[in-house]
């Protein structure tokens, strides 16, 4: 009886599970949402969805979370193969390319056309840095929904007690070596104070050397195919053997890898006068340091240049025609002027569309927070962040050798070249199937 | 050591004849048959999300494409012995023997050292057990973000206390020399409790008259542990050894958290290699193919385990 009484319980359950609201009404969309930084983001983003469903009665949109950027991409993949693939995902900016080559996104341009526009017109909205990591083949596949850059975070206070000047940030590598030098406090061999301090772990060590090498003159990658890196490059050499001398040789900055939090820590604690950070911290920073703080461009030793981070809206490939379209009016209201500068107050991303920093709400904000300025404006100097065929094992493979360099185990010319190797090997079936096949 | 000893024992009851063999069979079956209604629901659960996915393992470890755009093809054991060339794989493999034989020699000890200390029922001792305890309800991941903090180079808890007595500050999880070991202390600090309590119920079933006798014949403490004690315990250790070889492979929780197996790779563990293979390769072949390889390996330590136990029980 009791197995009965409890199988016809689940059999119930199944079929509620499986056929959900067979009858008409709105369209039902999802849309998979990461929180790479805080809690308080979930929070945002159902207050924001909620304002999207009561002035579009004709959709139902629910906001899932799942997880990191990298459990985002693994969730929506799991739902593509399972045949259900959510409407719409924020996706890590760097992740578009990959799913891309697997066949696993919506090319936007029809949608775009249809609304009676052109390409350019549409990415014309956005920062130009932002449109490289959007744009594939020519094709759109993403639209910028929340962006960073690194920055250079100065203790204001500890640079005064220095005899140095905070309004006058270091602007070059050499500048930036003499402050780090000037900033680090030692009892005999022992640091009680680093000069600066630059974070390694996987995802960020790979972004911050980016920074560098770009800073160098360097590009990394080859930002219109997705099959070659520049690792073993003079230009990334510069850019390792740097910071492998702000360790060893200036003994400015601690040895070994940490991870960002550890670096930001370090610096709200005081334990670090300088660090190179995303602008996602800046918020963190704002909330908790108890002392002056000052924000900066990265300095340079050839030339200005960051990379971008953040992510953008994608729509997976697979979907029906009234849900792509459901999605393609949420992502347009989301990217919007209104929404999006709303949306950067409330996170500390920036906003990806120009037109927010011109809404009078931005306008004040900003003017209360000149360090969120810095940010933007550092954007003009911005490029694409790195995307080739499987982006995170090729990046992981320059980070295991870095880190290496970090711990005193390799020198950087030997490391490159060991990163290079191992990142043409991961390479070389897509080279196989593009610019190594030959007719 | 000791897991492998009591394998030679169960030869002499296998000569019985067919007939009467498969005659026992069925009449064991009918006799079990309501145990089997009983076990139907859990079965079937167990079939969907565990042999089924299993089996799906298994069909994925022999496919395989050549390019990123090619369909997926039969490949054979390419797959495996893909995993098995990969120096990844073998870096992670190394890494966890270091880690199970360095996580479960000490939490053992340190078990029955406590379970040793606490044997004896007493207001004190509960709360002793209970404090001891304690790490084993915390969730992996809330430890891992708790040593987090800890483990924070020049500013955690331990550079805070230790930085006062050392020349230069670990960077703890950092140091590609170090980390595994502070990935280690962490499971050591976590799993010694719980095996505690097997090895408090193991010294329960320690006959009160052998040891009294014993002490009226005159063996002071150490005799009646080295020979009465530790004998008794032996299906204790069988049991806590797998156990602990087990979470030594399944448990990578803090891995995930505090290092995702770096830096340079020196904390990266077998499952957690196989996540970077399904995910962030994005090698669905390969991965599957080092699940089975772990499987495998798994399944064997578990038969072994089984085996070890029902010798024991059927034994003289």
Redesign the interface.
Known sequence: ML?TR?LMLGIAMAGALAFPALAEGPTEIDLFFPVPVDGKLARDMGTLIKEFNDGHPDIKATAVYTGSY?DT??KT?ASIKAGKPPSAVIMSANFLL?MQ???ELTNLDGLIAADGTTKEKFLGQFFPALQGNAVIDRSVYGVPFHNSTPLLYINADKAKEAGLDPSKPPQTWAELTDWAKKLTKREG??VTQ?GIAIP???DYCGWMMETLTMTNGGRYYNEEFGGEVYYDTPSMLGALTWWNDLVYKHKVH??????G??VS??FI?G??AMMMLSTGSLTYVRDNAKFNYKVAFIPRNVRNAVPIGGASLIIPAGLEADKQKAAWTLIKWMTSPEKSAWWSRATGYFAPNMAAYKTPDMVDFLNKNPDAKTAVEQLDVAKPWFAT??T??VR?TL???V??V??G?KQPKEALVAAQKAADE?LK??N??TSLKLP | MSLAEPATLPVAASAAPRLHVVRRFSDRFKASLPAYLLLL?SLVFLALFTYGAMGRVFVDALYQ??????PVRFVGLDNISAVLADPYFTGAVVNNLVYAVGTAIPSIGLALLFALALARTSAVNSALRAALFLPVLIPMVAASALF?FIF????GLLDYYIGRLL???P?W?????IALYAIMVITIWKNAGYYMLFFLAGLQAVPEDVMEAAHLDGAGPFMRFRHIILPELKPTFLFVIVIATLNAVTQVDHVFVMT??????ATNLVLFYIY?QA????DIGKASAATLLTLAVLMGLTALSFRTMANREGGP
């Open positions: 197995f409890r990298d991409l693994i993949r990959d080559i697997e066949n061999d022992k680093w390694c772990a996987y601690a040895p070994g890898a940490t991870p939090p550890a820590t370090s604690s334990n670090a065929y499987k995170v094992p992981k980070e295991d050798e880190m290496l970090l711990n185990k991961t079936p897509y196989a199937e | 629901p494409r050549a390019t990123p755009k090619a987090l924070l180079p020049n500013v020349p230069v500050l960077n999880l950092g140091d590609s020399d995702k197996g770096g830096p340079s790779n970077q995910v962030e390769h994005y």
